[in-house]
Structure formats: structure tokens, C-alpha cells
RNA sequence: GGGGGCGUAGCUCAGUUGGUUAGAGCGCUGCCCUGUCACGGCAGAGGUCGCGGGUUCGAGUCCCGUCGCUCCCGCCA
């Protein structure tokens, strides 16, 4: 027989009644009752329940047995007495008289209890990470994890795509996220950065000439964490094509995630054919770059019934400014005072002054509230024609430019159907957001600056391109990149291009967000001399695998999906990473330390 | 860097308007129990109330500071 086991824990069945076994596993309960003692021995297959009375000649090893610790049992398995069958279990129909039991792995007390359902501090279960990873949920969601990467991987083959491998050690690159850095101990003072992505490894691959990749690619980026952003580091499903245009990458990509969506998601609805929302109009409707389409709320402009009305504050702001706009958000079924009032003082916990509201109930079909009585009935009745609602409904208003109000109308829209239950939760919802801006004005620099990648193509003809005027703000400001994301359930997912693939334009590009020849050469010199020497039209995306697995597993945080994460200061509990190095690894690395007060 | 929430036994939490020896469940220790699967019963150990300072006759409770965790903003595809 096996040193430690003839089968594993959640192996037997009634057909393998009467065989001598041995079974190695984690003590997951014990139940003593004295005269019985049973035990649920748990490994990674399942549970079965081990059982000894005093006739056994290991009883009393077996008492003194508690939870965790490892243990090897032999023993015979036996039909459990009529009426004690648990259905629950696979494995429950039998279980396996002790004959002798092997400690093989003691445990001290648990800083915390593997058994049970019980919620434990991120501290705790970080810092004693094994002990959190064999609970029933997490061991679920890291082999989710591995089941829908080989899925992806199996889709990704067959879609004709290579997977490659880049490096990890690379140059730190001006554009995007603050870079990891390492040390080179062969080059003084130089260091070497971790990849944000590999970006452009996979544009050099295209350019190499293997038309199509892929890989589960490590990431690494030095910014401060979010429930759906680990620190430091995540993974992509890294993609890029050659010779296609942006369909060609939507036809490619959507069906390896709707595939895998739809083998995962536990029977919930995926969208059958991903719509694709322009920029402006995500914007618009939903005062989101990354909608949640699960809300069927679409925000309307309705500034006509304000202009010149008796609401003072909003006509005054629309004769204001050109610019500015009166936005309506609808609220189907949100017709009473006490819901208006609710979302009017979390608009005031918002930090906004409030928010304007009409509703319509029994009696005062033309609409009741402070701010009808302003407008009147006959604008009233033309808001509700326009946004199609009526009596039982509400409505909440949102007046100044737009730009600036979507950073409130967005997460408005998102409360109201949260709070009316209007968002169907039961389902995947994608949409790509499609043209987006290619620059955008910063505030903070007072300049302009590319909004997203700047590898994206811009999205008019080369020439055009070329011949523009860098002070001609508006039209540069109109521009539009070939760029797009893949959004589902209100979490980005992705971002990809068609990249530029022309040094012309790339120059012209860089130019007129202010970067000058040099820089470029200085920072791009190895993908500018590539795009000089015969660079097909490629483009690519990005998925999140981090976000994928957390959506497909229902998790809220992406710390539930990883295997080894570390906490929101980007420490590792477990190892204790980040930590200090000895005196002789800074001098062999040229390093002198340069610390902030502390006191 | 900024804002919100939390911090009481190994763990999860309760703790009244500030008032005597700070409680419960799980876990732990000991005893009892031959059919449980959240087994049950009895007894017991275990607490600088995150830390520092202040107000007060008296602080887990009020005030100030600080540290830790977390969520968000900034930042970031």
C-alpha cells in the first residue's frame, strides 16, 4: 500500500464497501461523543467521515486528534448504519472504521478556524493565507481560476493565436502607470523597470512577423490599490494581431469572452452580441465611460424645458453658457416624496447643493414637487413625453456643463436604480466603448495630452493627420483614436487599439501633445527603428484576468481570486514584502539610502 | 497625499445617559456522553478595551493626537 493513501477523501463510494483503505488529510471536524468519535479527514478532493469506538485499537490516538492537524488513517470502509447516510456528501454513504491513525503534520491553536463560514479580518487571513486558502470558498474560486485560464487559453488556440513570452526585466517607460524599478548591479545607477504591460513586446512581436499572440501576461504597476485593482501586480490576457482593423479584433476577442462567460457563469444571462456605445454617447446616457448596462436608466438632455422657464437657477445657468445643459435622469417607479427626499440628501452627502426632482402620482398627473410648480404643467408634461414616464414615476435633474456634472450624474444614475431595484442582477452585461478621444485637455499641465495609449492609431486619414495645425486645440481636441474597451457590468475589463504603426504619424502625434523628436527617439528609439522597417497595421486589447475570474466567481474584491495577494499598502503579510535588504546587497548594487524623517 | 468606516478574549461580536468584579458564541483545557455530521451536557482558563495624552471623583464609553486594517478620491488601463 501507498505510503500515505490508497485513495483520497472524497474517492469512496458504497462500491468500495469492505476494502482496507488509507487516507491522508486535515482533521476538518470532530464530533466525540465518548463512546463514538467521528471525523470529517478533508484534502483538496473532499470530505469523508472517519469513525472509531473503543474496540479500536487507535481510540484512543484518535481523542486526542484536533482541528488541522494532518493525519494518515487506515481503516476499513463499511455501509453507515441505516438512517445515518448524509446526502450531502459524495463520499456520504460510507465511512471508514480507524484501525490506526499517523500524525503527520501537528497544528498549535488557530489564529483562525478553517471550518465553518465565518467572516475573519483581511490581516488575519492574509497573514495566515494557507490556512484561509483551504476554506471551502477561496479553494473554489483559485481553481475557478486555473479552470477558466485553461479555458481561455483552449479558446485562444483555436482562434489561431500563439502564446508568447516577454521579458520581465525591461526599460522604464515615460508613458502610463509609475514603474517598478530594479537595480542593475552591472550598470551603476541604471535600473531596469517591470513591465506595466508588454505592450511593446507584442507590437514588436507583430512586427517580427507572427501575426497573432497571446499570452497570460504579468503586469506590474506602482499605484495605489482598489477593491477591483490589485497593487503591484495582475495579469492580462495580452492579445495582438496583424493586418486587421478594429472589427477584425472584436470578431476575434468577443467570442473567446462570451465563450468563457458563458461556460462559467452558473447559468446567468450573457450578452449574445456585445453592442458598441461611442465614447460620446456612453457619456450621454450614462455619464460613464464604463456603463453598468445592467441599469436600464439612460439620462436625457431636457435643457428646452428649462430654458427660459420660471426654475431660475437652471435657466439662469443654461443662458450662462453655450456649454452648459439641464440632464434628466429618469426614475421609473421612484414616484414618491420619500424616495425624491432619500436621494436628495445623499446627492447633499455628494457634496452637491441637492437635487432637483419631479415626480408624478394619483391626482397630480402633472407632476408634483417644488420644482414642477416653477416650470409649470406644460414643460412638465414635455419631460415626461420626452423620457417616456408618467404617474408612479420620478425624475432628478442635473444642470452646468456636462464635463463636468457626468462625475456626479454617473454615480446618480447608479444609486437610482439601485435604489428602485432596476439593475437585473442575474446576468452579463458587455458593451465596447468605441472612439474614443485620442487627446484631452490637461488642467493640470495646461496642455494637451493624449487621453489614453498614445500607440493608438488616431482615427482620420494619415494626411489629414499630418497636415493638421498643433494649434488648431478644437480640432485636435475632436480627434478621435481607434481605441476601445471592452466593459462588462460597469467594470472595465479592457482597453485596446489599432495601433499607429507609422513613424510619421507617431512623430506628428507625440508632437503635438509637446513631446519633442528627441524625446521620442530617447524613449521609443527601438519601436520608432521598428516601425521604420516594415511595420504591418496591427492592433490588439488587454482583458483583466484578475477581473474576469472576480466576476465569473461573484467576488467583489480581486483578493478573493489571487492566490498569494497582498494587502492595500502592497505589503505581503505572509512573506513580509516589501523588506529590507542587508548593507552588502545595497553596496553591490550602488544603492545609498536616502530616508524621510520619521520621528 | 486627502476623506469615510472599523479597532473590546485566539476568532466573530455585544457593552445603555460616563458608574461597582467588561459579557456572549466559536475555539482552547478538564470531565460526562455509542450514530453524529454547526453533535450535546457540565466545569474552567483566557482581556494592557490598538497606542499615547487630556477632561472627570470616576473613561471601553467624552476630547485631542497617533498607529493599524479597510473602502473611496487623487493616481492608474
Not at 142 to 147: L, P, S, V
Not at 539 to 562: H, Q, S
Request: glycine share 8%; net charge negative.
Amino acid at each position: 500500500m501507498h505510503r500515505y493513501r490508497s485513495h483520497t477523501c472524497g474517492a469512496l463510494r458504497d462500491s468500495d464497501i469492505g476494502k482496507d483503505v488509507r487516507l491522508s488529510g486535515w482533521v476538518h471536524r470532530v464530533r466525540d461523543h465518548g463512546g463514538v468519535l467521528f471525523i470529517d479527514l478533508r484534502d483538496h478532493y473532499g470530505l469523508s467521515q472517519v469513525v472509531a469506538d473503543p474496540d479500536s485499537p487507535a481510540f484512543k490516538h484518535v481523542e486526542k486528534l484536533r482541528a488541522e492537524w494532518v493525519v494518515k488513517i487506515d481503516g476499513k470502509v463499511r455501509r453507515r448504519p441505516a438512517g445515518t447516510e448524509n446526502a450531502e456528501l459524495p463520499t456520504g454513504a460510507v465511512e471508514i472504521y480507524i484501525n490506526e491513525v499517523e500524525v503527520l503534520g501537528p497544528a498549535g491553536e488557530l489564529p483562525m478556524p478553517v471550518f465553518g463560514d465565518q467572516e475573519y479580518p483581511e490581516e488575519v487571513r492574509l497573514k495566515y493565507r494557507f490556512l484561509d486558502l483551504r476554506r471551502d470558498r477561496l479553494h473554489a474560486n483559485i481553481m475557478k481560476r486555473g479552470a477558466i485560464i485553461d479555458s481561455i487559453r483552449r479558446r485562444m488556440k483555436e482562434g489561431g493565436f500563439f502564446e508568447f513570452q516577454t521579458p520581465i526585466l525591461t526599460a522604464s517607460s515615460p508613458e502610463g502607470a509609475r514603474d517598478f524599478l530594479v537595480p542593475s548591479r552591472l550598470h551603476p545607477g541604471k535600473f531596469y523597470a517591470l513591465p506595466q504591460a508588454p505592450q511593446q513586446f507584442k507590437q514588436l512581436t507583430m512586427i517580427a512577423g507572427f501575426d497573432r499572440y497571446f499570452q497570460i501576461a504579468p503586469c506590474f504597476r506602482d499605484e495605489d490599490a482598489r477593491a477591483d485593482r490589485s497593487p503591484g501586480e495582475f495579469y492580462q490576457l495580452d492579445i495582438e494581431m496583424s493586418f486587421v482593423t478594429q472589427d477584425d479584433v472584436f470578431n476575434a476577442v468577443e467570442p473567446v469572452l462570451r465563450g468563457v462567460f458563458e461556460e462559467f457563469a452558473g447559468g446567468k444571462k450573457v450578452t449574445p452580441k456585445f453592442p458598441m456605445i461611442p465614447y460620446a454617447d456612453a457619456m450621454r446616457d450614462y455619464g460613464s465611460d464604463k456603463p453598468d448596462l445592467r441599469n436600464p436608466i439612460k439620462m436625457q438632455n431636457v435643457s428646452d424645458a428649462f430654458r427660459g422657464s420660471g426654475f431660475k437657477i437652471f435657466a439662469n445657468i443654461l443662458a450662462a453658457d453655450a456649454k452648459n445643459e439641464v440632464w434628466a435622469i429618469p426614475a421609473p417607479t421612484g414616484g414618491n416624496r420619500a424616495f425624491c427626499d432619500r436621494m436628495n440628501s445623499w446627492a447633499q452627502g455628494e457634496g452637491q447643493p441637492g437635487l432637483g426632482y419631479i415626480f408624478w402620482r394619483e391626482g397630480e398627473e402633472s407632476g408634483a414637487g417644488p420644482l414642477a410648480k416653477n416650470i409649470g404643467p406644460e414643460r412638465t408634461k414635455q419631460i415626461a413625453e420626452q423620457l417616456g414616464i408618467g404617474v408612479g414615476d420620478a425624475c432628478f435633474f442635473i444642470a452646468g456643463n456636462p464635463k463636468d456634472f457626468v462625475k456626479f450624474a454617473g454615480p446618480a444614475r447608479i444609486r437610482v436604480g439601485e435604489e428602485l431595484s432596476l439593475v437585473e442582477k442575474d446576468q452579463f452585461a458587455f458593451c465596447w466603448i468605441v472612439d474614443f478621444p485620442m487627446y484631452e485637455w490637461s488642467e493640470q499641465d495646461k496642455k494637451i495630452d493624449f487621453s489614453h495609449n498614445p500607440f493608438s492609431m488616431p482615427n482620420i486619414e494619415p494626411e489629414r493627420f499630418l497636415a493638421l495645425d498643433p494649434n488648431d486645440n478644437d480640432t485636435i481636441l475632436g480627434l478621435k483614436a481607434v481605441q476601445y474597451d471592452i466593459i462588462c457590468n460597469g467594470i472595465e475589463l479592457s482597453s485596446g487599439a489599432i495601433r499607429n504603426h507609422r513613424p510619421d504619424v507617431m512623430k506628428k502625434a507625440f508632437a503635438i501633445a509637446g513631446y519633442p523628436e528627441e524625446v521620442l527617439e530617447e524613449k521609443f528609439g527601438g519601436m520608432l527603428r521598428a516601425l521604420s522597417l516594415g511595420a504591418p497595421p496591427h492592433g490588439g486589447i488587454a482583458p483583466g484576468i484578475d477581473r474576469i475570474v472576480m466576476l465569473l466567481c461573484g467576488e467583489e474584491n480581486l483578493r478573493e481570486v489571487v492566490l498569494f495577494p497582498m494587502n492595500q499598502r502592497a505589503e505581503d503579510l505572509l512573506m513580509g514584502a516589501p523588506s529590507e535588504v542587508s548593507q552588502k546587497q545595497l553596496r553591490e548594487l550602488h544603492i545609498r539610502l536616502s530616508l524621510p524623517d520619521s520621528k
